[in-house]
């Protein structure tokens, strides 16, 4: 399994970034998938995660600004970032447990500038 995420960025507040995660070496489709984050000097903490049926979930702090989807004919998931603030800077991972493992994209820093 293999993930990789991309479209971070630097960004004032206010500003919107849209990241990718590209997956391979599973059938995405069946799988519930989701995006992480991990701000400096901060454990890493779930962001939202969408369901192979589409169910979505966010955390408190991004429910409103921040949409999970996925187009499963591309294998990949998308999280678009508006209204970022500052606290939402932060390095964020795309993940899947699968066959009882978990793996995690490389990670791609979002910065946003107060």
């Known amino acids: 399994v293999q993930l990789q995420a991309s479209g971070g960025g630097l960004v004032e507040a206010g500003g919107s970034l849209r990241l990718s995660c590209a997956a391979s070496g599973l059938n995405f489709r069946i799988h519930t998938v989701g995006w992480y984050r991990q701000p400096p000097g901060k454990q890493r903490e779930e962001v939202a995660r969408?369901?192979?049926?589409?169910?979505?979930n966010y955390a408190d702090s991004v429910n409103g600004r921040f949409a999970i989807s996925r187009d499963n004919i591309r294998r990949t998931l998308y999280l678009q970032l508006d209204n970022l603030k500052p606290d939402d800077t932060g390095v964020y991972y795309c993940h899947v447990n699968y066959k009882s493992r978990d793996f995690w994209g490389q990670g791609t820093l979002v910065t946003v500038s107060s």
């Open positions: 969408i369901s192979s049926d589409g169910g979505r």
